[in-house]
């Protein structure tokens, strides 16, 4: 009975000390948005301004989602685990919060946060930057898991990670019909659904790239950048070929008519859905296939 | 046009990268065809002797053999290469032979039972006479494995098989032995490399028995 009272005070404490971390992210918050420095750090009201209050809590959603990645090793101790997993949080939402930073600069770069969100209360804004949040900590909770304890490892894949998300975000305007930054401007929800499923989309094919066994960093870095490239050339497949099955019809022959049907939900969530459906077939091809070797033979 | 542009450099992209970079890639020569033998291996007194050969692919088809190379003085290593198409089918009949001989400087392609290199050479061996009264070769007790890696079992070349095999090599043909011992369908060879004769490696199933056997499996 001792036993397992100790073991559910340990849950207790931990979850308590998850809390502390996150408490200790508000501040951390306003380093990366001084402007929101005042509805940061006192009593958050959700309805006078929704975009800020998604915006905010994607980053807790994607904290949420990396500490589930760091286990605590109560065997070594309880106070040594408890730094481990201290010291391998704040390096986890540090290098979270940087990639997010960089990406959103990539992504938004005509856009400015107090602009979008403040004044303009922009929530396609605010959900394109829930599904960074969300995709990125996705993605850095894998990288997590395959640097295994090591911080070198970590920061060389977290880097890779970075580079190949940052080009990934740029092939949304190869890959849509819709026009980004018009349809920002004009806070267009098509958009939304569309990037949204692009993005979880990416988010789930870069992913199991990085999802393989590995024992040598170099050769494990080679396979991810093949598996990439390799999904590049059957993405596009899919998702022609989708277009083909499911054609749509779009306006009535007028380039205004076209233009404003795009513009309309259906058609983001059309292409959105377009999205997840070819990436997940696309990791399908690209990690489910087993060519085997020659080596039974030989 | 420009997106179909892009799509071709990617592949193109991924065909060389993967083809550069590839753990699979590495490590396996590529034999064009008996030419190629010389590059593999620049040891003296080397012989090549082809233990199994395998196919693989659905539609586009890679060659594998694998030779068995004894050089110097007891020196055998097992290596893996890459080959042609042509190059494979035409040896498909000359598993257990030796594709390829280097002694003294002078090369040999012409098919011959393993250990050819080695017979005559009073080096390795020398003449002994049997109970039928026949001339019979023996290696030099320093070489008293040898008869194994070359896959002989039983068998023990006599001075007629030595006086055909050099007619054969001048001749640049094939040999299989004088009772066809040697080579695919030899007896010597068969019972030498029984790995590659495997029963399940050498039925060919017909897609009906596959299909049975697959729904008895797993249904």
């Known amino acids: 009975m001792a036993e397992i009272f100790d073991r559910l005070l340990i849950r207790i404490l931990l979850a308590g000390f998850v809390c502390l971390m996150i408490y200790l992210y508000r501040y951390a918050h306003v380093i990366f948005y001084p402007s929101v420095k005042r509805q940061v750090l006192k009593k958050i009201n959700p309805a006078e301004n929704p975009a800020d209050t998604l915006h905010l809590f994607s980053r807790v959603v994607g904290i949420s989602i990396i500490f589930s990645s760091i286990t605590l090793n109560e065997t070594s101790g309880f106070f040594l685990s408890l730094f481990h997993f201290a010291t391998w949080g704040a390096v986890a939402i540090a290098l979270y919060l940087i990639s997010l930073y960089i990406i959103e600069s990539v992504v938004f770069y005509n856009f400015d946060y107090t602009d979008e969100i403040l004044k303009r209360k922009n929530m396609c804004y605010a959900f394109i930057s829930f599904c960074h949040a969300v995709v990125i900590a996705y993605l850095f909770k894998t990288v997590m898991v395959e640097a295994e304890n090591s911080i070198v490892i970590l920061l060389v894949l977290w880097l890779y990670m970075l580079v190949i998300v940052g080009i990934s975000v740029k092939y949304y305007t190869l890959i849509s019909r819709l026009s980004f930054n018009r349809l920002m401007i004009q806070k267009n929800l098509s958009l939304c659904f569309s990037y949204a499923g692009f993005s979880l989309g990416a988010g789930l094919v870069i992913a199991s790239c990085f999802d393989q066994e590995h024992y040598d960093i170099t050769v494990y870095v080679i396979q991810v950048l093949l598996k990439t490239i390799l999904s590049l050339i059957i993405f596009p497949l899919f998702k022609k070929g989708l277009v083909r099955i499911f054609p749509v019809k779009v306006g009535d022959g007028h380039e205004n008519n076209i233009d404003t049907e795009r513009q309309s939900i259906g058609y983001g969530i059309y292409e959105g859905c377009l999205f997840v459906s070819g990436a997940i077939l696309t990791t399908m091809i690209v990690n489910r296939i087993q060519f085997g070797t020659i080596y039974p033979f030989f | ?219």
């Open chain 2, 1 to 219: 046009m420009y997106k179909f542009f892009l799509y071709c450099m990617l592949v193109i992209l991924y065909l060389g990268l993967a083809k550069t970079l590839s753990p699979s890639e590495l490590g396996v020569h590529y034999l064009q065809n008996e030419k190629g033998f010389a590059k593999l291996s620049d040891k003296e007194n080397s012989s090549f002797i082809l233990i199994d050969t395998h196919v693989t692919g659905f539609l586009i088809k890679t060659y594998y053999q694998k030779y068995r190379v004894i050089s110097d003085y007891e020196n055998i290593e097992d290596l893996i290469v890459r080959t042609s198409k042509e190059f494979a089918r035409r040896n498909m009949e000359n598993i257990g032979l030796s594709l390829f001989r280097r002694a003294d400087g002078r090369e040999e392609f012409n098919p011959l039972p393993p250990g050819s290199l080695y017979i005559g050479d009073l080096e390795y061996g020398y003449w002994k006479k049997n109970r039928d009264g026949k001339m019979e070769w023996r290696f030099n007790k320093s070489f008293k494995n040898l008869p194994n890696y070359l896959g002989w079992g039983e068998f023990r070349p006599d001075e007629e098989f030595y006086k055909e095999m050099k007619l054969r090599t001048n001749a640049g043909q094939p040999y299989y032995g004088p009772n066809n011992e040697f080579g695919t369908k030899g007896k010597v060879t068969r019972a030498a490399f029984p790995h590659f004769f495997r029963e399940d490696r050498m039925k060919k199933v017909e897609l009906k028995t596959l299909l049975i056997e697959y729904l008895k499996e797993n249904f």
